[in-house]
């Protein structure tokens, strides 16, 4: 009975905010008008849904909708912004890469190691002054399984894991839009790349060892997203009118 209740519920969200709770996946662009919708579905969740099994996926509240209302602010009136989102984890099978074995010494009996790259957020928004703004965001997992023997002969299983994490936001500029050098140098955890061409395109990467926790994570993605605006004067970045 409680399960047909929450499922009616599910069933009656925005279509994208079930994505996200069946499949833990999104991929869909959309006008900020629409994006107002999503964000707005997404808020009746906590109320609606209070089955664990069913919850948001935690980068969804702390990452993704804050994401979403910025952006909104800066899109054209005309513009749509674009996300792909894979909130399973590193875990799923399908990102593991190959394992192999590293060598040990007594009491350890083997270590199987293998990576998993997880690419959970794709963005592309095109903004009030012409310029389009990507912004990727993925995981590198190491994982570690350690199978060791104590003195009395027990065994033992640890699997370890350790997670670096690469966040690039990439801007393109409209045709002559200028490029300025800011008076004080980008962070040195940031490295900033100007290509130059018909359309300019300015890219900001950061690489961060160990990755951010999910309360510092909006800020790092922020921060690194910010820094291709520096590069251009204001006037360059002032917001179209429609």
């Known amino acids: 009975m409680f399960w047909r209740k929450t ?5 009656r969200f925005h279509p994208v905010h079930q994505g996200l709770v069946w499949q833990r996946t999104a991929s869909v662009t959309l006008p900020p008008a629409e994006w107002d919708a999503v964000v707005a579905s997404l808020a009746r969740h906590a109320e609606t849904v209070k089955r664990r099994k069913w919850r948001l996926p935690d980068r969804t509240v702390a990452v993704v909708v804050p994401l979403i209302r910025v952006l909104c602010e800066d899109v054209a009136p005309g513009g749509a912004i674009g996300i792909t989102a894979d ?18 010494r007594k009491p350890i009996r083997s270590i199987t190691e293998w990576f998993a ?7 592309r928004a095109e903004l009030r ?17 350690i199978h060791k023997v104590n003195p009395r002969g027990k065994h033992k299983h640890k699997t370890k894991s350790k997670a670096v994490q690469r966040i690039t936001a990439r801007r393109t500029l409209q045709p002559g839009q200028d490029v300025r050098r800011p008076d004080t140098p980008p962070p040195r955890t940031l490295a900033v790349r100007v290509k130059p061409g018909k359309r300019t395109v300015i890219s900001a990467t950061t690489k961060l060892g160990p990755a951010p926790t999910e309360q510092d994570q909006l800020q790092w993605v922020l ?3 910010t820094e291709p605006f520096r590069w251009t004067p204001p006037a360059a970045t002032a917001r179209r009118t429609a």
Request: net charge positive; hydrophobic share 40%; proline share 10%.
């Open 223 to 225: 921060a690194v997203a």
């Open 129 to 145: 002054d012409g310029s389009v703004l990507e912004l990727t965001v993925t995981d590198r997992v190491r994982y570690r399984k």
């Open 87 to 104: 909130l399973r984890g590193p875990q799923v099978p399908e990102k593991a890469g190959p394992t192999r074995q590293l060598p040990v």
């Open 7 to 11: 499922r009616a519920a599910i069933e």
């Open 117 to 123: 790259l997880d690419p959970w957020l794709a963005v």
